[in-house]
């Protein structure tokens, strides 16, 4: 509760890295979202990187939370952010990023508790999430583009291999061209 209005607490996050983002520009290719079904208070990534390694927080990450700072020490970084409350939405931006990149621990929290999270490395074409681009995935896409599946947002996303806004027979063309390396 928050002057007198309760709080609608996520239960669920994801932290999605994306290696090649395209949602807003950027010198940082790569980006990392938090998904979440509500309310999340904060979040601490311990992240392991290269030293070519390079992140920043975009300007309206700055103006919405409480506090947002990260520290590097050789090839780790450790980032915090709290946020005010009423912070619902469902996707958003951490923080931009260049180079190699992966994420050791993971703590994300609403206004009472720890909140049960994934880490997922986003990949076009890998609709499943397993970190393998395979038959599964073609299959799934399929039914996708049938109707025998409804794709969540991200399943939806990672289904638009060319990124063209449009699940149609082409993705699936460019990714079987991609598995079996034709």
Do not use: K
């Amino acid at each position: 509760e928050y002057n007198n209005v309760p709080l609608d607490d996520a239960s669920w996050a994801n932290i999605i890295i994306f290696e090649h983002q395209e949602f807003f520009e950027s010198d940082y290719p790569g980006m990392v979202i938090l998904e979440t079904d509500g309310y999340w208070g904060g979040i601490q990534l311990t992240l392991h990187h290269d030293e070519d390694f390079a992140m920043e927080f975009p300007e309206f990450v700055i103006e919405g939370v409480l506090f947002a700072d990260y520290n590097t020490l050789g090839d780790s970084t450790i980032v915090v952010i709290v946020t005010p409350p009423l912070r619902t939405e469902i996707w958003w931006a951490i923080f931009t990023y260049s180079g190699d990149m992966t994420i050791g621990e993971s703590i994300v929290t609403n206004s009472q508790d720890y909140i049960p999270h994934e880490i997922i490395y986003f990949q076009e074409g890998d609709v499943n999430f397993d970190g393998i681009i395979n038959i599964l995935d073609i299959v799934t896409i399929v039914n996708y583009i049938v109707g025998t599946l409804i794709p969540n947002e991200l399943e939806a996303l990672a289904a638009d291999y060319n990124a063209d806004g449009t699940l149609d027979i082409l993705d699936v063309v460019l990714i079987v061209n991609s598995v079996f390396e034709y």
